[in-house]
């Protein structure tokens, strides 16, 4: 089978930073993203991966080793607008988009 | 700006009566697809076309259908929701998924409630 494993919940403190990791199985690679997702909210393009190493966008960095089928999105300098669900999802070999259940992300003052 | 809108935000029915809802694009993108989410679960791909081609996710189960008349629309039927259907759905857009950093674009979901 395919799938994603990401931690359900993780809590920090606004101003802090935070690693997100992601870890996948899937028939083939062709990339993954993040997404950011608030409650109740539609998922929102964060970054994405095809090759080996970090991706750094403002606050956001994403890092992908394909050789270990991981992934993790890094968090700095938190805002309590933070406070959201991250998603990680794998496109496959097929081209399917394989989604993680996400990680909901608790930012405490 | 280019989008991709649903309707209605918000769709309360009733158990068994049928209900459609409604996703278009302006960002003209060949492939348009339908997700329903519950909470704390990931998007779960109930079918997408490419195109014209529709292609159904083998454990979409028959109550649901969906219909693209045209390049930017695309309707969701549910035909006799059940409580269990309560969700979120979610229409989303891309260009074709073999382009390098292809990206779904998400429109912002209907809450169905079923009662």
């Known amino acids: 089978g395919q799938n994603i494993d990401q931690p359900t919940e993780m809590t920090a403190t606004e101003g802090a930073i935070v690693q997100i990791n992601c870890t996948y199985q899937t028939s083939g690679f062709n990339g993954l993203f993040w997404y950011q997702q608030h409650a109740g909210e539609a998922p929102t393009f964060l970054s994405y991966n095809v090759l080996d190493g970090l991706e750094e966008k403002g606050r956001f960095s994403s890092f992908l080793s394909r050789s270990k089928g991981y992934s993790y999105l890094l968090l700095k300098e938190l805002q309590m607008k933070d406070s959201a669900s991250y998603l990680c999802a794998v496109i496959n070999s097929n081209y399917q988009l394989i989604w993680g259940a996400g990680t909901k992300l608790i930012i405490k003052p | 700006d280019a989008m991709v809108i649903q309707n209605p935000r918000y769709q309360v029915t009733q158990f068994g009566k049928p209900v459609t809802l409604s996703c278009s694009q302006t960002?003209?993108?060949?492939?348009m697809y339908w997700y329903q989410q519950k909470s704390s679960q990931a998007p779960k791909l109930l079918f997408h076309y490419y195109d014209k081609d529709f292609n159904n996710e083998a454990d979409t189960p028959d109550n649901f259908q969906s219909r693209r008349p045209n390049t930017s629309f695309c309707f969701l039927d549910i035909r006799s929701p059940g409580l269990g259907d309560a969700a979120m759905y979610l229409c989303a857009t891309s260009r074709d998924p073999s382009t390098p950093s292809y990206e779904q674009y998400f429109g912002p979901g209907t809450r169905l409630t079923v009662t």
């Open positions: 960002l003209n993108h060949n492939v």
